[in-house]
């Protein structure tokens, strides 16, 4: 199966940035076509909320999907500030974030509030992306991988079996700071993902992508791309300069 490369903007971009995308979406027009299409790469680009819409109008006719970095539970209410998945789909996305360590850190959400997130996501026909990752001092007591297998299991609903969906391993210390971990390492961990996806969702859960995230860039994205069990990345920080987005694309092929 094809790759899945999705950008993550964060709270960066104003208007002026959909030039970025519109400058990936004329990248993706210029790879051989094989490297597109069913078996080929799937890329996506999650702006700010504010950006879904004008992002979908922009790219309309493009082979780049639009998500959302996050999305409320509930599909309307009392909730000031936030967004539910059914606003994000009518803006034109059919992606979405879930459960990303900087949400989980800076918001308290827990792998019950994810899980809740993924079936909301799913009410609104949107892709769910969901995150999870150990710290830095969870790596060095040795409890990466029960840290991830008790997220994976917690953060996935049953409702997830059969349905369109990508989890994301991010190590939370490789998040922006230009660290990554050995390809054994992200090995080691994609293989715990994938039992444990398979022990939760049964068959379903041995084919939903596994994309790594976590400082790729265009010069070690062909090498972490190429590590059994990878399925994609989720790009941050070079995913808001087209040439680097394009760059890792490129070492998806
Ligand atoms: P980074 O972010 O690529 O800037 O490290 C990855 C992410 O947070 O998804």
């Known amino acids: 199966m094809g790759k899945l490369i999705v ?24 790879l051989p076509g094989d490297r597109l299409g069913n078996s080929g790469v799937r890329v996506g680009l999650c702006p700010p909320a504010t950006l ?9 006719g493009s082979s780049v999907l639009v998500g959302g970095q996050d999305c409320h539970a509930e ?20 992606l979405v974030i879930l459960g990303h360590s900087e949400r989980r850190s800076g918001y308290g959400e827990t792998d019950a509030l994810v899980a809740s997130k993924v079936e909301a996501a799913l009410r609104a026909g949107l892709e769910p992306i969901i995150c999870v990752g150990e710290t830095l001092a969870e790596r060095e007591a040795g409890r990466a991988v029960a ?19 990508a989890l994301a391993y991010e190590p939370v210390w490789a998040i922006g700071t230009g660290l990554t971990p050995t390809t054994a390492q992200i090995e080691e961990i994609h293989a715990a993902v994938r039992a444990e996806m398979s022990a939760v969702l049964g068959a379903p859960g041995a084919q939903a992508p596994i994309l790594y995230g976590g400082s790729v860039k265009p010069g070690n994205a062909a090498e972490i791309l190429s590590v059994s069990e990878v399925g994609g990345a989720l790009v941050g920080g070079a995913s808001l300069k087209s040439a680097d987005f394009l760059g890792i694309i490129a070492g998806a092929g």
């Open 7 to 30: 950008g993550n903007w964060k709270m960066n971009g104003l208007g002026p940035a959909l030039v970025e995308a519109q400058a990936v979406a004329a990248g993706l027009g210029g």
């Open 52 to 60: 879904v819409e004008r992002l979908a109008r922009c790219l309309a």
């Open 75 to 94: 599909a309307s209410g009392a909730f000031t500030g936030d967004v539910s998945a059914e606003m994000l789909s009518e803006a034109g996305a059919v």
């Open 147 to 165: 840290v991830v297998s008790t997220q994976v299991r917690g953060s996935l609903p049953q409702v997830l079996a059969g349905r369109p969906f």
